[in-house]
């Protein structure tokens, strides 16, 4: 029973220390990072502490785990630029997912991350966006419209 268990998860989570890599990269200065492995994917940012929690990543594939750094990493960047505030609303979401996909470019994954977590939350987690956040379908058409050259090379 322990090796089919083991055997259940679809794909390895990013460490610590991937996760530090991607964060520090991305511009996020002074950051802590806290991994969760137990419950629902999740993922959040304290501007307080500069605190950058995940939780349940092994859950998605790589490539969305990287998306789902950069997007918290998008928060800790609106609050170095002093334009955070909470809670959070549609068009700050927007903007995080935007910074996600471009900077997720940079970092060498395709921009399909994205709309591959809106199908992974709404088969998963029956999730379509809430009243902070605004809807995943607007989100993802608002981070995919006029990629950057980077972004269309990795779509080809
Ligand atoms: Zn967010």
């Known amino acids: 029973m322990v090796l089919l268990l083991s055997s259940v998860s679809v794909s390895s989570a990013l460490t610590q220390s991937e996760i530090e890599a991607i964060v520090v990269w991305a511009g996020c200065e002074g950051a802590t990072i ?3 492995k137990e419950g629902h994917l999740g993922a959040w940012f ?13 859950q998605v594939s790589d490539p969305i785990q990287v998306g789902i750094v950069l997007h918290e990493t998008a928060h800790c960047l609106q609050d170095q630029q002093g334009i955070l505030h ?15 996909v471009i900077k997720g470019c940079e970092w060498g994954i395709s921009p399909t991350w994205m709309p591959e977590l809106g199908t992974w939350f709404a088969e998963n987690q029956n999730y379509f966006g809430d009243r902070s956040h605004g809807s995943f379908a607007d989100r993802i058409a608002h981070a995919l419209m006029d990629l950057p050259e980077i972004c269309k090379w990795l779509l080809e």
């Open 34 to 36: 806290q991994l969760m």
């Open 46 to 58: 304290d501007p307080s502490s500069i605190h950058l929690i995940f939780q349940g990543l092994d």
């Open 86 to 100: 909470f809670p959070t609303d549609p068009q700050q979401e927007k903007d995080a997912d935007r910074i996600a």
